[in-house]
Structures are given as C-alpha cells and as structure tokens.
C-alpha cells in the first residue's frame, strides 16, 4: 500500500505560478499510474492529469498547455507544475495512485490510494 501527501499549495495571483507535489511512502511510485484531481468548492471532483509509469501524460482541456505533470522516481514524489492560473483553478487538489499503471485512467473509481488535499486559490 502507498500513502501520499501532498504539498505547494497556496494563494497566488492571476497568471501567476505554482508547483505542487506528491510524496510517496511504502511503495515506489514506479509501481503506480499517479493522477491529479482537483474538487472546487460546490462541484464534483475533476480529473486534471494522469502520468502512466512510462511518463506517457494526458490532461484535461481545461488545463492543457499550462499544466505540466511529472514525476522523480528517485524521489518517490509526482509534481503538478502550474502556469498561466486563472480564478476558475481554484480547488482543493489532490493526488492519486492507479494500480493500472499502463492506460492513464481519468476516472476517479479507477485510483485505489488519494493524498488528503492541498489547497489552490488563485484570486487578486
């Protein structure tokens, strides 16, 4: 079993930048599928990005081109690198762990193990 925690959240302005990351303890994330999700306030929680163990990456539209998902296998620990934010990306982020490691699954049922949350505001 794999536990995550995540961090780097925070509050920051309009276009501005910031990275978030997952740490993994008890298992190597190389074992895993690792995915973002994020749950705005009054919504349901949304895929966001999906890393497969051969670093092969999908992302939902809304963030494509400005979010960059990745991973340090060394470290045990998957980040989430965000450009150019927008109000609308504030929410509660979370990172998750797939056994199915090879088809990046974009349905939260599909993630076995979830991080508690980092918090995103994004507001002048």
């Known amino acids: 079993q794999v536990q995550l925690v995540e961090s780097g959240g925070g509050l920051v302005q309009p276009g501005g930048s910031l990275r978030l990351a997952c740490a993994a303890s008890?298992?190597?994330?190389?074992?895993?599928?690792m995915g973002w999700f994020r749950q705005a306030p009054g919504k349901k929680r949304e895929f966001v990005a999906v890393?497969?163990?051969?670093?092969?990456?999908t992302y939902a539209d809304s963030v494509k081109g400005r979010f960059t998902i990745s991973r340090d296998n060394a470290k045990n620990t998957v980040y989430l690198q965000m450009n150019s934010l927008k109000p609308e990306d504030t929410a509660v982020y979370y990172c998750?762990?797939?056994?199915?490691?090879?088809?990046?699954?974009?349905?939260?049922?599909?993630?076995?193990?979830w991080g508690q949350g980092t918090q995103v505001t994004v507001s002048s």
């Open positions: 998750a762990a797939t056994t199915d490691r090879y088809s990046a699954p974009l349905r939260e049922s599909d993630y076995a193990y």
């Open positions: 890393m497969t163990w051969n670093v092969y990456t």
């Open positions: 008890g298992r190597p994330l190389s074992m895993y599928g």
